[in-house]
């Protein structure tokens, strides 16, 4: 590649070429686990992660946990391989079934298409947390109540979904309730159950208990 | 009483916290990930095998067919489906090789230097050519199994018929999609295996991995890991999986986990049998069947695997819920290169199913008359005798289901509002705002042979028993799986009502080969009403021993259990609890086994197929409200109203719970699911292309349990896990016939093929 060339290039995406393979290290003897590199783009300091692994830090249910990842390593990924919390499940593996769906900034996200490096400075909620103490959420009860699962495998992520529902709309109507399941699949079709449930859920929230 | 009761269900606190481990949930030290190399050809031969010189092979270990001890195959019916090929390839995705490596990043890469060459032949890939015969793949026809079934002077019938209707039905694969895809971790020992996963039947793996690896009884281990979904998916194919890691385990002499992701678990694993069904029926004009001849042909893949089985039950099962006196039923399943069917819920039912309720539309159709009074006339009861000559001597709520779900879904008032509405849209043809979206309500009729077909529970004699624990709880120890139906839940009940405790004393062994009987495989809507009745009569021998060391102590001849204390009159004895901890420390142990006996009233006659298939039916009706998009052709299903007899709901929500997802899944099977195929490659292998339904799919629904208590079953329970399936097909196609004019004879009834049909009655209209 020409100087002129590069240059180019430089001045239309703001980042070389010479300067991208330098900043991902593509070289012999890299070590294993490196830190994220900065680059100047248009005048801003960028940071640039891999391909290597990269140590990142993730709030997860309130607490800061640092893991070393490739920059390609899903949040459900990261969570399920290296961090050993496996209530999310990997189902579909393409954004399409909910399994993986954990809150991460209050938004309820399918972990199996988000970035573990894109969740980092954000809070990762997980079905995990949900637990007050030695007691179930109400969210948590209100499925046991209406059995809102059978084989349980949707379930972890679909409560997640109803939770993040819940918190943006605390009192849904019933056809609400219906669009807002349409994320998550469930094969044993307990769909019927967890309607059920999440309106059990809004009816106590409606109550004035705080469910957090 | 617990029996009866909505308890709360025995797994729901794990499944809801995410403290249940799954097999992918878990990672054991020292363990490797394995893989799958399948094949990319349909039918052929293998040239050669190639594995690039520049990749690192030290970190990767290979097994193949040379590596098994045993002989190569899958222990089932026929021993004729290889663990690995070892030169001919039959169907796309069969397995030829095994790698395993530490990572799953490195294992990956593996795979990407491995090439196969291929000799490619001809393949067999239809029904269609399959009978033809143009390529023989299996025997001498391609014909895996036949049968037939009759009874009476079919041309007799026929010659007394005043209307002969004839129908040809076609019913597709269908994905059973478990949410959790398989998994298998394989652990070895010296001269010993371990294996732990997701599946329905232990003791087939067991059998299985003994017979690849030369092990005896003991040296096998099967351990069942919370498992998230089945549906027939995890009965048989598990076998395989367990046998591929354990070969891998075997090799490495390191712990290896397989998983199958959703598109490999889609490509390769069991489908519902896809099938062609033709139907021939002599009836008077008052709409009484005089004769039926019907055809079924199942299309079986490439192995035989299960498939004889399905075709007996659809065999058996094809003349559906009526009584005739004249019938002759032919029943082929026939070899295609396509992946093997297998096992789903349902098993050769739901394909039948759809054809003869159809078929009874057609004959009301054509007779001008109302398929409900049409059904009325038919319709088998307590005393009739089935197609296999079978006398229903009990349990028969056939005309329970039907009328109340009739009546919940006010189907007659409706039926006749819709059809008033579009003959009325018929004369104002301007109209188009009015005819735009179209509603019909349809009704379908079904049974299920409840357990294994014919001599299959005599022939098994499941076991379960109940041991005393050191705190004197009693534990239930059984092979039956949960795979989310509820097995652990409904078993408690059925102990803790037997002993008068509460359920929550009752505690149930995992499913480990080491640890529990063979109760025979998780299937065939048997868990209840088979091995329940077995654990009852072990519990009812745990408490007559109880019984009698509670008398002898306390020198009380007339000792009862009640509420979980031995009394005399209404003098309390002791506890429960105190008492089995005495005798357990007095004898060492306090454990009872039962056996699986069949009634005695049940006879089958396995060389003439005849006789009682099954020792109790349970019987469903179900109505289906639709509204169909003249514009997009798309079907809605408003709302659905189902009644079954299931003998006794153990637990009534969790009942109402399997009718509720049985019933989802034949709405997927009637409008949304199909495999597309190229080549023997399924192109859809996706949760994004293959569609299931979502929770804006599930119409309302309304379930009514009847309860017409069969005597041989616990607490008067039948089996309800596969009979709801058999319903929505049919009652939708039927609810669609009625609103658009439009007789689906295949399903999925998709806006493409629903156009197709309702331009086909426009252009007959107009000739």
Not at chain 1, 91 to 99: I, L, N, P, S, Y
Not at chain 1, 160 to 179: G, H, I, R, W, Y
Not at chain 2, 165 to 179: A, C, D, M, N, T
Not at chain 2, 722 to 747: C, D, H, K, M, Y
């Amino acid at each position: 590649m020409s100087d002129e060339k590069n240059k180019s290039d430089q001045q239309k995406s703001g980042v070389s070429r010479r300067s991208f393979l330098k900043a991902s290290g593509i070289s012999l003897g890299v070590p294993l686990v490196v830190g994220h590199r900065v680059i100047n783009v248009n005048g801003q300091e960028v940071k640039l992660y891999g391909p290597t692994k990269t140590s990142i830090t993730l709030t997860i249910n309130g607490a800061k946990q640092t893991v070393e990842v490739e920059p390609r390593v899903t949040l459900l990924e990261a969570l399920r391989h290296e961090l050993d919390i496996t209530g999310a499940k990997r189902v579909c593996d393409r954004a399409t079934c909910g399994a993986c769906t954990m809150i991460v900034g209050g938004k309820a996200v399918y972990s199996c298409t988000v970035l573990a490096i894109e969740a980092q400075g954000k809070p990762i909620t997980t079905v995990e947390s949900l637990m007050q103490g030695e007691k179930l959420h109400p969210l948590q009860q209100a499925f046991v109540d209406n059995d809102g699962q059978q084989c349980g495998y949707c379930t972890p992520g679909f409560v997640m979904a109803c939770k993040a529902f819940l918190d943006k709309n605390p009192s849904p109507t019933p056809e609400e309730v219906q669009k807002g399941l349409g994320g998550n699949l469930c094969r044993c079709g307990t769909y019927m159950g967890v309607r059920a449930a999440v309106l059990q859920a809004a009816t106590m929230h409606k109550g004035g208990k705080n469910h957090g | 009483m617990a029996v009866g009761k909505n308890i709360l269900r025995k797994d729901g606190y794990e499944k809801l916290t995410g403290a249940a481990r799954y097999v992918d949930d878990v990672t054991l030290e020292g363990m490797l990930y394995g893989k799958t190399i399948r094949s990319r050809i349909a039918r052929g031969r293998i040239k050669s095998i190639a594995y690039d010189a520049a990749f690192d092979w030290s970190q990767i270990v290979i097994a193949d067919y040379r590596d098994i001890p045993g002989k190569n195959y899958v222990a089932l019916i026929e021993d004729d489906q290889p663990l690995l090929a070892e030169n001919e390839i039959r169907h796309y995705a069969e397995p030829i090789l095994l790698i395993a490596a530490a990572n799953k990043d490195l294992l990956e890469a593996a795979a990407h230097h491995i090439h196969i060459e291929y000799e490619q032949w001809s393949p067999v890939l239809s029904i269609e050519d399959a009978l033809a015969c143009r390529e023989i793949i299996y025997g001498t026809d391609n014909i895996f199994k036949r049968f037939l079934i009759g009874r009476g002077d079919v041309e007799e019938g026929f010659a007394q018929a005043e209307r002969i209707i004839e129908g040809e039905y076609r019913v597709p694969h269908q994905e059973q999609l478990y949410i959790e895809p398989q998994g298998m971790i394989a652990i070895p020992g010296n001269e010993a295996m371990t294996l732990m996963g997701s599946m329905q039947c232990p003791y087939y793996i067991h059998k299985a991995i003994k017979q690849l690896f030369h092990l005896n009884d003991e040296q096998v281990v099967v351990i069942q890991m919370t498992t998230g979904g089945g549906f027939g998916g995890k009965e048989e194919y598990p076998s395989v999986i367990a046998a591929h890691a354990a070969l891998l385990a075997h090799k490495a002499q390191r712990p290896v986990k397989l998983i199958y992701d959703r598109a490999e678990d889609i490509a390769a694993t069991p489908k519902r049998h896809p099938g062609v069904i033709r139907h021939r029926t002599g009836v008077r004009r008052d709409g009484r069947m005089v004769a039926s001849e019907i055809d079924l042909v199942f299309d079986g893949g490439a192995y035989v695997t299960l498939t004889p089985v399905v075709l007996s039950r659809g065999v058996i099962h094809a003349l559906g819920p009526y009584a005739c006196d004249n019938v002759r039923i032919q029943a082929r399943a026939i070899a295609t290169n396509t992946p093997p069917n297998g096992a789903f819920r349902g098993f050769g039912a739901p394909q039948v199913a759809f054809a003869y309720e159809m078929q009874m539309e057609k004959i009301a159709a054509e007779l001008g008359m109302d398929s409900l009074e049409l059904r009325r006339i038919n319709m088998l009861r307590e005393g009739d005798t089935t197609a296999t000559g079978q006398t229903l001597i009990w349990s028969v709520g056939s005309e329970e289901v039907l009328n109340e779900a009739v009546e919940r879904a006010n189907y007659q008032a409706q039926r006749l509002a819709f059809s008033q509405s579009h003959s009325s849209i018929q004369t104002s043809t301007t109209n188009h705002v009015e005819a735009h979206k179209r509603r019909g309500i349809g009704l379908s009729f079904f049974l299920h042979g409840a357990g294994f077909t014919g001599s299959g529970e005599a022939k098994m004699k499941a076991q379960a028993g109940i041991e005393i624990m050191a705190n004197g709880h009693p534990r239930v120890l059984s092979g039956s799986t949960e795979i989310g139906q509820g097995t652990r839940t409904i078993f408690s009940q059925i102990v803790a009502e037997e002993l008068s405790l509460d359920f929550s004393a009752v505690e149930i062994e995992e499913p480990d080969t080491s640890r529990v009987p063979d109760s025979g495989p998780t299937v065939a809507s048997r868990t209840c009403m088979v091995v329940g009745r077995v654990v009852q009569m072990a519990a009812r021998e745990v408490k007559a021993k109880l019984l009698h060391f509670v008398a002898e102590r306390f020198a009380a001849p007339e000792v009862e259990l009640r509420e979980g204390k031995f009394m005399v009159a209404e003098k309390a004895l002791a506890d429960f609890q105190e008492m089995a901890c005495e005798y357990v420390n007095l004898f060492g142990e306090l454990r009872c086994f039962a056996h699986y006996a069949s009634p005695p009233e049940i006879e089958w006659n396995e060389e003439t197929y005849s006789g009682d298939a099954y020792p109790v039916y349970s019987w469903g009706a179900e109505v289906a409200e639709v509204e169909v998009d003249m514009d997009t052709y798309e079907v809605t299903v408003v709302r659905l109203t189902t009644a079954q007899d299931i003998g006794r709901a153990i637990h009534p929500l969790l009942a109402a719970g399997q009718i509720e997802g049985g019933t989802l899944q034949a709405v997927g099977y009637g409008l949304l699911e199909e495999l597309v195929w190229d080549q023997g490659r399924i192109i859809n292998n996706r949760l994004t292309n293959y569609i299931i339904p979502t929770a804006l799919d599930a119409p309302d629904m309304e379930t009514i349990i009847v309860e017409k208590a069969y005597p041989h079953g616990p607490f008067g329970a039948k089996g309800v896990g596969e009979l709801p399936i058999n319903g929505a097909a049919p009652a939708i196609a039927a609810a669609v016939f009625q609103a658009t004019g439009a007789f689906l004879s295949e399903i999925p009834i998709t806006p493409e093929r629903l156009q197709a049909a309702i331009e086909k009655v426009t252009t007959d209209e107009h000739r």
